[in-house]
């Protein structure tokens, strides 16, 4: 995951993107281990979006999650996968100013061993995807 500089942190400018990569399973299906994300500091958030945060009790570590729904205080937040925990349920409302942007595009490096054409052709396929807010993963998440 990106990590701010100390400039960032003096209150300097921000810089618009950002590159982040994911580690876990928490937004499987959505995302997987090893996707890259672009991001956009500062972006609007709505319900839907997936979000790059400072973890609420660590906040030297990044998390991915989507942003679920707009409570008093802050953001609820969880994962597309309901499994992997480490969301809002075990840490609560995430406060505005541990949001640190928006994750606009998805890029899945080439697997190795990906050789045969079709493979490849696969791969190229699926290999970026924007990440819109009303996919069927955030409609799952806002009807519970």
């Avoid at 942190?9 to 997987?32: H, I, Q």
């Avoid at 839907?48 to 030297?60: A, I, T």
Wanted: overall charge positive; hydrophobic content about 35%; proline content about 9%.
């Amino acid at each position: 995951m990106p990590e701010l500089s100390q400039d960032t942190e003096r209150g300097r400018t921000v810089p618009p993107l950002g590159l982040a990569e994911v580690t876990g399973p928490s937004m499987v299906p959505t995302l997987r281990h090893g996707d890259r994300l672009l991001l956009r500091y500062g972006a609007p958030i709505r319900p839907g979006d997936v979000v790059v945060l400072r973890h609420p009790f660590q906040q030297d570590l990044l998390v991915v999650k989507r942003a679920t729904e707009r409570r008093e205080g802050g953001w609820w937040v969880l994962g597309d996968n309901p499994y992997a925990g480490g969301d809002s349920t075990d840490y609560g409302v995430v406060p505005d100013e541990l949001i640190l942007g928006k994750a606009w595009f998805r890029y899945r490096p080439r697997v190795a061993g990906q050789r045969s054409p079709l493979a490849v052709l696969r791969w190229a396929l699926s290999a970026t995807r924007p990440l819109f807010s009303d996919r069927s993963a955030s409609r799952r998440l806002r009807a519970r």
